[in-house]
C-alpha cells in the first residue's frame, strides 16, 4: 500500500513553511460560534485541500479549478469573518506566478486583486483607518506574483542550462571514444596485423628455416614494443591535464631545447570546466613540440587572455614560420578535431616566424551559489573525470 504524500518531495520544506500562517485565519475563526463557526472551518479546511491540490495539478485544467477555488474562499472569508483574511492571497500569489500563458497569468491577477479589494471597500472605514498597514501588504500580494514569475523562469533557465551541459557533457564523452578508437585502429591497427602475419610465418619456419624464424620473432618482439611505446603515448594523450600544469612542461620543453620562453596569462581556470582545459593543453603541447622539432626559433611566446566570453590563446616564435604542408600537418588538423569539440577555432599565419591563434568560448558550469560546479583538486580531477570517462 503506498503511504499519502502530502506535498511533492521535490518541493522540500517550502510548502510546509506557508501552512504557518494558516494559524492567523484559525484564530479568526475561533471567535466565531455556531454555524458560523462550523463553516469557517469548513472553509479553511478546502482552502487547505486545495493548496495541496495545487502541487499536484499543474499545467491541467484542475489547476485553474482549484486555483479560483482558493482566491474565492479568501474572499468569503475576508467579507464575511474578518478582513485580515486578505492575508491569504499570499497562497494563491505563488500559484498565479507557475502560468505561463501571459493571458490567464493576467486573468488570475485581476481575479485575485478583485478577491481582496471588494472586502477592502466593504469595510472602508476600517481600511481608511488603518491605510498606511494595510497598503504596503496590498501591494506586495499583488505584485508577488511577477517576481514569484521571474524567480521560477530563472530556476527553469538553469535547469535547462544544466540539462545542455550534461548533454555536451554526453557529446564530448561521445567525441572522444571516436577519437580514442580512431587513434588505436591508425596507430595499432597496422602494428598488430603485421604481428600476426609474422608470427603465423615463425610457425611455418620453425622447422624448414630456424635461423630465420628467429630473426622473424626478434621482429617481432621489436615490433611489440614499438606497439606498447604506441600505447604508453595514447594514455598520456588521455591523461586529463590543465593549463597550467601544460604551461609548466611547455616551459621546460623550450628551455631543454634552448629557445627563450615569455608566458602570460590572464584568466582564472578554476571556473573553467576540464574537458575546456585538456583540449587547450593539448593544443598547446602540440604547438610547443611543432615549434621545438620544425620551426629553428630562439623565442617563443605564449599569452592566454579572455575576451568578451572567450578565451583566447596565442603562440609565436621568431622561426621559419609555416610551409604550405605545415597548414594542414604538424598536428593542425588534430587540433581543429579536437577544438570543434568545444566549440573553439584556430587560425595560423605567418609573422616574422609562426603565429598561432585559438579562440574558445567559455562556458562555466558555476552559478551564483557554486552549485553547478564541482570545485575540482588538480590532479585528483583530472582522476575523477577520467573514471566517470571510462565508466558511463
Not at 474565492?72 to 497562497?91: D, E, M, P, W
Not at 521571474?150 to 572522444?176: F, G, P, T, V
Not at 579562440?359 to 575540482?376: A, C, F, H, W
Request: proline share 2%; hydrophobic share 45%.
Amino acid at each position: 500500500m503506498n503511504a499519502l504524500v502530502i506535498f511533492p518531495g521535490k518541493y522540500g520544506f517550502f510548502p510546509y513553511v506557508f501552512l504557518i500562517y494558516l494559524f492567523f485565519p484559525v484564530s479568526f475563526v475561533l471567535e466565531e460560534s455556531g454555524w458560523k463557526r462550523l463553516i469557517g472551518f469548513g472553509l479553511i479546511l478546502l482552502f487547505l485541500l486545495s493548496y495541496r491540490q495545487l502541487y499536484f495539478v499543474a499545467g491541467t485544467r484542475k489547476f485553474h479549478m482549484w486555483l479560483y477555488i482558493q482566491m474565492t474562499i479568501i474572499l468569503v472569508l475576508s467579507l464575511f469573518y474578518n478582513l485580515n483574511h486578505f492575508y491569504l492571497g499570499f497562497f494563491p500569489a505563488n500559484f498565479i506566478s507557475w502560468y505561463e500563458d501571459k493571458r490567464l497569468f493576467r486573468l488570475a491577477i485581476l481575479y485575485l486583486a478583485f478577491c481582496i479589494m471588494t472586502p477592502m471597500a466593504f469595510f472602508y472605514e476600517i481600511v481608511v483607518d488603518t491605510i498606511m498597514f494595510l497598503f504596503p501588504f496590498l501591494i506586495l500580494i499583488l505584485f508577488s506574483p511577477f517576481a514569484y514569475r521571474s524567480m521560477y523562469s530563472k530556476m527553469e533557465l538553469e535547469e535547462q542550462l544544466n540539462q545542455a551541459n550534461e548533454q555536451i557533457d554526453e557529446l564530448i564523452k561521445r567525441e572522444e571514444r571516436l577519437r580514442i578508437a580512431r587513434d588505436l585502429h591508425d596507430t595499432l591497427g597496422h602494428t598488430l596485423s603485421l604481428i600476426t602475419l609474422k608470427s603465423q610465418l615463425v610457425a611455418k619456419l620453425a622447422d624448414r628455416d630456424s635461423e630465420r624464424a628467429i630473426s622473424e620473432a626478434k621482429e617481432i618482439e621489436r615490433t611489440s614494443r614499438a606497439a606498447l611505446s604506441q600505447v604508453r603515448e595514447l594514455i598520456d594523450d588521455m591523461r586529463m591535464m590543465t593549463v597550467s600544469e601544460e604551461l609548466l612542461e611547455a616551459k621546460a620543453l623550450l628551455q631543454a631545447a634552448h629557445i627563450s620562453y615569455a608566458c602570460k596569462v590572464d584568466v582564472d581556470f578554476s571556473r573553467i570546466p576540464l574537458i575546456t582545459q585538456n583540449i587547450l593543453s593539448m593544443c598547446i603541447r602540440e604547438a610547443v613540440t611543432n615549434v621545438v622539432k620544425h620551426s629553428h626559433a630562439k623565442h617563443c611566446e605564449i599569452e592566454i587572455t579572455e575576451r568578451t566570453g572567450e578565451i583566447q590563446l596565442s603562440i609565436k616564435d621568431d622561426g621559419k614560420g609555416f610551409s604550405i604542408n605545415d597548414m594542414k600537418g604538424n598536428g593542425i588538423t588534430g587540433m581543429e578535431e579536437r577544438l570543434t569539440i568545444i566549440e573553439g577555432t584556430v587560425n595560423r599565419q605567418n609573422n616574422n616566424g609562426a603565429y598561432l591563434f585559438i579562440s574558445v568560448p567559455v562556458i562555466s558550469r558555476r552559478n551564483e551559489e557554486g552549485l553547478d560546479d564541482q570545485s575540482y583538486d588538480r590532479r585528483g580531477s583530472a582522476d575523477a573525470s577520467r573514471r566517470a570517462f571510462f565508466s558511463s
